[in-house]
């Protein structure tokens, strides 16, 4: 009677699962600004082994005590989808866009997707200087500075943040702090 | 669902303290028993049960048997079941049944009390973070800060916890906020914007959904606990179905009764230990409809071979269980009870049952059934597991009859050798497989629902788990039944051990097994021994005539096994039936990979 399994099964359902590729997303989340609701995020990508690779979270509206979260992960477009709806059963969240999917949806690559860093470099001579051409070059602003440091302000996508603070590492790179990714798509349309 | 929740037409503002209005919320959201355990952080809510008696508390012996009370309260009512515990250890014994009841969507409010605000996180006598302990095993939980939100929460918690895809919610109460004036306000119907439940299905996947069923060959209904949460009518509506379209129909553990198993459609329960005949006709079948099921690892058997040539149609309410673990071709979002009201309108309207075209189908089921799965070989010195089971379920059909159970091979046997006609008749932990759920389930079931017979079958190891809410049966003169299957063995255990790990018993057998005829009259309850066939019948009379708790130790055939059985890492079509599992066809039924499985 059990002949039949030795046999290949011609199941197409998982054939596709197990060549689908990892992808980066990044997901817009309106959260009710309520204590404890980004632990429920966090805990449900801890919880079900999710990645995280950004987040960024502010509160957005102030009067509807709307805060918007901002989560880039990875996962199989499987799992991307289990991930948006596992965001849709927490309670206090009202919407979860796959900014990536929208953008595809819209004909467009990918979202806007912006990112500001702190860079602080210290060094005197030859490599200040070269740390001050550099940052001009990436439109980097210096907001603190004294004869020994500069403290950069940069903005961008986010390789070009990691091109920048690799590029000042051998010039003095002190110590840097990033928000994580804030986007939205483009055009006229809302979240 | 409706929340349950009364329309008070008297005092539609007033002020009171947070415990007055703790009491007047259950009141308003219709509670009738609260399952608990006094202590210092709760002490306000207590005193204000005691100046009242609309609303009765049932006092248990751990707050783990006041959850898993409360959850077979809910069960067997489809209300939300409800249980007062104290702070620090009365919240962290809650998260069993929270974490059990998350995972069998059973609508439990646990209201656990809190230091006083003043002292959160200064690491109080009997603190603990009972929101961040609770967070992943509730659907929803709150700490109040201020008396004159406690309200408007508690409404909400009943709300959440009973709408949607049911589940737990806890509200923690610190002390202060049990002692503070503020203004209470009667439930209302202004939910939340972010929390809005789609309960209507999609009308024109309903439609592809029929289409797809009436050009079935070999079509399966495969239903689940969704249809039971749903209320009554869904099976109701489930019935009307099978009867509309002729299909087979199977069932998960958790849809047990919501359709008959008298009903001449029914193949059995299907997964792990389900029948031949209803995985066969799941791995064959050109159309699977899943209602209010969700492809559970128990159900599936090894994802890649899981049902290859069927068209998928899956009922449910919770976005993230369809494709889930399998790709569903038709998914329909929405309450089981409304899609089907849909479903069947529309299959009354347009799809024509061809019966016939079926035929075919039925005489493979037909074979698949001769093969006679669940069968086991009588024995007339030493009572069989089975056996005890299916005279249980001949001398108690026929009445009002509620069943619990612990978890193991016990609870197998009674999924396939008790047989229900009705939902909302069956308590079992699914999900969790919470061994010591059976015995305080059973008190739950038993204050619903004084004149019934209600029956925990048990496994000797189980029972031991919440033996103690023996004591708080007594108290609250519930004639539960404890039924132990006493095998001297965790007998699972002992048989994963023999087809994992070459048949090693490493800790699975109990060297010291109390007396439990003593057990149960040391806590004034009836103890009742058997150990043979014939005088089986005659002590299950006795124990259904006692009017009071009976523990029943049934002893059982110690080596026995749970068959037939879709081993870790197999297929539905590779069962091992039980007139072949041979102890070398046992060793070796599962190979390498299927060892890592649970």
Known sequence: MNAQHLQPTGSAYFIAKETERPENHTLSVLVDNEPGVLARVIGLFSGRGYNIESLTVSETEHEKHLSRITIVTRGTPHVLEQIKHQLERIVPVHRVVDLTVRSHELGQERPLERELALVKVAGTGEARVEALRLADAFRASVIDANTEHFIFEITGKGSKLDQFIAIMKPLGLVEICRTGVAAMNRGPQGM | ?598
């Open chain 2, 1 to 598: 669902m409706s929340s349950g929740q009364n329309e008070r037409r008297e005092m539609p503002r007033s002020e009171m303290t947070g415990a007055e209005m703790v009491v007047q919320a259950l009141k308003d959201n219709g509670v009738k028993h609260v399952f608990g355990y006094p202590g210092g952080a709760v002490l306000p809510i207590y005193d204000e049960i005691f100046q009242q008696d609309e609303v009765e508390h049932i006092l248990v012996r751990h707050e783990q048997g006041a959850g898993h009370a409360a959850e077979g309260y809910a069960r067997s009512t489809g209300k939300a079941g409800v249980m007062l515990v104290t702070s620090g250890p009365g919240a962290t014994n809650a998260v069993t049944p929270l974490q059990d009841a998350l995972m069998d969507s059973i609508p439990l409010v646990c209201l656990t009390g809190q230091v006083p605000t003043s002292l959160i996180g200064s690491d109080a006598f009997q603190e603990c973070d009972t929101v961040g302990i609770t967070r992943p095993c509730t659907k929803h939980n709150w700490l109040v800060k201020d008396v004159n939100e406690l309200a408007a929460i508690i409404h909400e918690a009943f709300h959440v916890a009973t709408t949607g895809r049911p589940g737990p919610v806890v509200v923690d109460i610190p002390k202060d906020v049990q002692f503070a004036k503020g203004i209470y306000v009667p439930p209302q119907t202004a939910p939340r914007t972010s929390y809005q439940p789609k309960v209507q299905g999609d009308l024109e996947k309903i439609k592809a959904a029929v289409e797809l069923m009436a050009g079935a060959k070999r079509p399966i209904l495969y239903t689940g606990g969704g249809v039971i949460n749903s209320g009554p009518e869904a099976s109701h509506l489930l019935r009307e179905l099978v009867d509309l379209t002729g299909f087979p129909i199977t069932s998960t553990l958790m849809g047990l009764g919501a359709y008959p198993a008298s009903g001449k459609n029914w193949m059995g329960m299907l997964g792990m230990h389900g029948t031949y005949e209803a995985n066969m006709a799941m791995h064959d079948c050109d159309v699977m409809v899943c209602i209010g099921a969700r492809f559970d690892d128990r159900i599936t058997g090894r994802l890649t071979a899981f049902s290859p040539n069927s068209k998928k149609i899956h009922i449910d309410i919770d976005p993230s269980s369809i494709n889930k673990n399998v790709h569903t071709d038709v998914p329909i979002l929405g309450d089981v009870g409304r899609v089907l009201e849909d479903l069947v309108r529309l299959w009354r309207a347009t799809a024509k049952a061809d019966k016939k075209a079926l035929h075919p189908w039925w005489e493979q089921i037909a074979k698949w059934r001769a093969r006679d799965s669940l069968a086991y070989k009588m024995n007339h010195d030493v009572i069989m597991p089975q056996y005890a089971i299916q005279r249980l379920y001949a001398l108690t059909k026929d009445m009002d009859t509620y069943i619990t159970t612990e978890v193991g091979q016990h609870q197998m046997w009674a999924a396939q050798h008790y047989h229900f006609e009705k939902p909302n008749r069956w308590m079992t932990s699914g999900g969790l497989g919470t061994m010591g759920y059976g015995l305080p389930a059973a008190l739950g079931v038993q204050i619903a629902h004084p004149d019934a017979l209600v029956i925990d079958i048990a496994g000797d190891a189980s029972v031991q788990m919440t033996m103690q809410e023996m004591s708080a049966a007594v108290q609250h003169e519930a004639p539960i039944k404890i039924f132990i299957l006493n095998n001297q063995y965790m007998g699972m255990v002992r048989q994963w051990q023999q087809l994992l790990h070459g048949n090693r018993l490493s800790h699975s057998y109990t060297e010291a097994m109390p007396d439990f005829v003593k057990l149960a009259e040391a806590y004034g309850g009836h103890g009742i021994r058997c150990e043979k066939p014939d005088e089986l019948d005659d002590a299950i009379k006795e124990m259904i005539s006692v009017k009071k708790p009976v523990i029943f130790d049934c002893r059982v055939a110690t080596l026995a096994n749970c068959f037939p059985m879709i081993p870790s890492g197999k297929a539905h079509n590779e069962m091992l039936l039980p007139d072949e599992a041979t102890d070398e066809a046992v060793a070796n039924a599962i190979d390498a990979k299927g060892r890592e499985l649970v």
